[in-house]
């Protein structure tokens, strides 16, 4: 193990858990990544050995098959995967938020039949928020759920699913107005539906179509799609949870969770970046010497080990946070927007320490370059977090006058 990012008061299972994931990390994933990132590839043979892992159950309930994991557990394991391939733990992330939901919100029925398939890989699960003209605005959904005797009947198109093509279960917000009054608040007026539908592009089942991938600058290997619902039928019994117009409140749990995974990502990835620009600055030679050995890749290094080490130290605290019970919206906004940012600027740092071999495709940093940018965005941009860590604060510091 390296000297940075490390996590005190781990129990042995974890360190246990953490080692069998690096190791994979190590054999499994890094060798291939970049030459399937090139190529647009799902990464299948590395899917199946995070089965054989047990990694899509690792916070399933062990009632329902899966490991019963904590949230910090989780979060350390995709720091893990994403120092690989990024890619790799979106494929993962999206799947734990929907059987995240479905463990706090659903009816016994929908976890019954749902999580353990979920735990050991068999069924995948994707969700969607987003739309085409809406971005950052889930207030101003317009896709809509309509109730038909024991059916729904969902109508709209939806944007930016991670898992979309692959995934065979997706946790859709939609609005819904059944017994909600004319006037009622948008978000008080959304529902979440749990879709069920067959992997592949094209109409997966009547009503239901996913055009194809979305081509990326990178973020490449997993699957990013639109929905198009269109008198797409559902069963009344696959509203998670079983009520309506408590879609936006479920959504939000998920995402929040979510938030401290993308910050687990940011801290992955810029470790990686460390670790490729502190290696490569001891092998390249300029001026008679290691570039490592000049005091300006020193004063990058120290910069971005110190990222390194403060992105990893408020990730660990928001998964703590959420694991001991307690709120912690404002603890994953700030372990997002650091994490994210950091990663950046530790990404951009070992591709200058590189020189002009950072943009070529035969380096791996170049990928890294290209993949760091969906964290600034993804799961609610920089400017979001922002608006939510300054509410929770004025909310925490109210002025007593």
């Not at 309509?146 to 898992?163: A, H, I, P, S």
Request: with cysteine; net charge negative.
């Amino acid at each position: 193990m390296t000297r940075l990012a490390q996590t005190a008061g781990l129990n042995d299972i974890q360190r246990e858990i953490l080692s069998t994931v690096r190791d994979f990390v190590d054999k499994e994933i890094i060798p291939v990544a970049t030459q399937l990132e090139h190529r647009d590839e799902y990464p299948t043979e590395i899917v199946e050995g995070l089965k054989e892992l047990g990694l899509f159950g690792l916070m399933i309930p062990e009632e329902y098959g899966g490991l019963g994991e904590s949230l910090l557990t989780y979060a350390l394991c995709v720091e893990e995967i994403a120092r690989g391939w990024m890619s790799v733990s979106g494929i993962i992330n999206t799947h734990f938020i929907v059987a995240y939901m479905l463990k706090q919100h659903g009816t016994q029925e929908q976890k019954d039949t749902f999580l353990p398939r979920m735990a050991l890989g068999e069924v995948r699960g994707a969700f969607s928020m987003s739309e085409p003209a809406l971005g950052s605005d889930v207030s101003a959904i317009t896709s809509k759920g309509v109730r038909d005797g024991e059916e729904y009947v969902l109508n709209g198109q939806k944007m930016w699913l991670t898992n979309g093509g692959t995934s065979n279960l997706v946790a859709v917000l939609c609005r819904s107005d059944e017994g909600h009054p004319e006037g009622t608040a948008p978000h008080k007026s959304m529902t979440t539906f749990l879709i069920e539908k067959e992997p592949g592009f094209g109409e997966v089942r009547p009503g239901l179509t996913i055009p194809g991938k979305i081509d990326k600058m990178g973020y490449k290997g997993v699957d990013t799609t639109e929905l198009i619902m269109d008198d797409l039928r559902i069963p009344a019994n696959r509203v998670l949870g079983g009520t309506t117009g408590r879609g936006f409140y479920q959504m939000m749990d998920g995402v929040e969770v979510g938030r401290v995974n993308v910050a687990a990502r940011g801290c992955g990835v810029a470790q990686r970046a460390f670790e490729l620009g502190v290696s490569y600055a001891q092998q390249r030679h300029t001026f008679g010497k290691p570039i490592a050995q000049h005091q300006a890749i020193q004063f990058k290094l120290a910069e971005m080990a110190t990222k390194v080490e403060a992105a990893h130290a408020m990730m660990v605290n928001a998964a703590r946070k959420k694991d001991s019970g307690e709120r912690n919206d404002l603890e994953a906004g700030m372990a997002k927007y650091l994490a994210s940012e950091y990663c950046k600027e530790v990404v951009e740092d070992a591709f200058r320490i590189h020189g002009g071999y950072g943009f070529s495709k035969e380096y791996e940093i170049e990928r890294l370059y290209r993949e760091a940018p969906m964290l600034l965005i993804g799961e609610g941009t920089a400017e979001i977090q922002k608006m939510i860590i300054g509410r929770r604060l004025l909310e925490e510091y109210r002025f007593q006058g």
